[in-house]
């Protein structure tokens, strides 16, 4: 199951905020919308998905970020289970 999150950001801040997402790591999917409602970038982030397998996606977000101003990011997440181990 996935839940869904959104968060409004201005061009400056879009790198930091999709690498601190990424950094979280139950993230699976990021997508970037203008203000006029458009997604403009979305991508997925698979298990295993890091450090030189981002870079290149990394590059067209920091490319993204100045040329737009203000825009929403919306997360997919995983949820996590909670087991109980109650008995």
Partial sequence: MFTKESFSVNGEALLKKVKELIAEGNVRKITIIDKAGKEIMSFPLTIGVVGALLLPV????????????????????????????EG
């Fill in 58 to 85: 990394m590059a067209a977000v920091g490319a993204l970020a100045a040329l737009i101003g203000e825009c929403t990011i919306t997360v997919e997440r995983e949820e996590e289970k909670n087991e109980s181990t």
